[in-house]
Each structure stands twice: as structure tokens, then as C-alpha cells.
């Protein structure tokens, strides 16, 4: 709401005389100001909302760049880690189940050949 209110306020308090952008429109011009203050206000509030809880960014950036905590560059490590251990704990049950589902569909074929024959 505060936000709202500083919008406003910055919209009036824009300047009066007819801009060189804003379609030349002083009133598209307020408009665009006000817009602009209350969506700097309201990531404002939300940045101190956020860092009163103690839930800070994790990650600031755009697109591919951008900065990360040392924390959450520890968790991701941790979880590659824990990734590659799972992946390669799968990959070895399954090299040991290949064998055994081998034998199996082996036996399952020559009781079908007993049946049929």
C-alpha cells in the first residue's frame, strides 16, 4: 500500500512541462513514474522483508550470470555429490539385476517352448 502511496506521490510531483518521451503526454509521463516508484518501493519493502527473516537472495543475477552466497554454492556441491553417489549406486544395482533378469526371462522361455511343444 505504501507503494501505491509513494506512486502517487511521485506522480504529482513529476514535472510539468511536456516530455520528449512518454508518447509528449505529461499525463502517460506521471503514469510512468508513478509505476516506476511504487515497483522500487515495493522491491524495497519486499528486500527488507526478506532480510528481516533472515531469508536473504540466494542468487542475484540475469540469465546464465550472476552472484551466488557461499552457502548455496556449498549446497550445490553437496548435492552434485549426492547425485553421483545415487547414480552410481543405481548403475551398479542394475549391472547386478542384468544377470539375474537374464536368467530369469531364459528359464521363462524354455518353460513356454515345455507348454507349447
Same mark, same amino acid.
Given at each position: 500500500?505504501?507503494? +501505491?502511496?509513494? /506512486?502517487?506521490? =511521485? #506522480?504529482? &510531483? !513529476?514535472?510539468?512541462? %511536456?516530455? @520528449?518521451?512518454? $508518447?509528449?503526454?505529461?499525463?502517460?509521463?506521471? +503514469?510512468?513514474? /508513478?509505476?516506476? =516508484? #511504487?515497483? &522500487? !518501493?515495493?522491491?524495497? %519493502?519486499? @528486500?527488507?522483508? $526478506?532480510?528481516?527473516?533472515?531469508?536473504?537472495?540466494?542468487?542475484? /543475477?540475469?540469465?546464465? #550470470?550472476?552472484?551466488?552466497?557461499?552457502?548455496?554454492?556449498?549446497?550445490?556441491?553437496?548435492?552434485?555429490?549426492?547425485?553421483?553417489?545415487?547414480?552410481?549406486?543405481?548403475?551398479?544395482?542394475?549391472?547386478?539385476?542384468?544377470?539375474?533378469?537374464?536368467?530369469?526371462?531364459?528359464?521363462?522361455?524354455?518353460?513356454?517352448?515345455?507348454?507349447?511343444?
Amino acid at each position: 500500500m505504501a507503494g +501505491i502511496v509513494l /506512486g502517487v506521490v =511521485a #506522480a504529482t &510531483a !513529476a514535472g510539468g512541462g %511536456a516530455p @520528449a518521451a512518454a $508518447l509528449r503526454s505529461n499525463l502517460v509521463f506521471r +503514469i510512468e513514474v /508513478g509505476a516506476i =516508484a #511504487a515497483v &522500487a !518501493a515495493y522491491c524495497a %519493502a519486499a @528486500a527488507l522483508w $526478506l532480510a528481516w527473516h533472515r531469508t536473504l537472495f540466494q542468487r542475484m /543475477g540475469v540469465g546464465g #550470470a550472476g552472484l551466488e552466497s557461499p552457502e548455496q554454492r556449498e549446497a550445490i556441491k553437496e548435492r552434485d555429490v549426492k547425485i553421483e553417489e545415487f547414480m552410481a549406486r543405481t548403475t551398479e544395482t542394475l549391472d547386478d539385476l542384468v544377470p539375474r533378469l537374464e536368467h530369469l526371462e531364459g528359464t521363462d522361455s524354455e518353460n513356454d517352448n515345455r507348454g507349447t511343444s
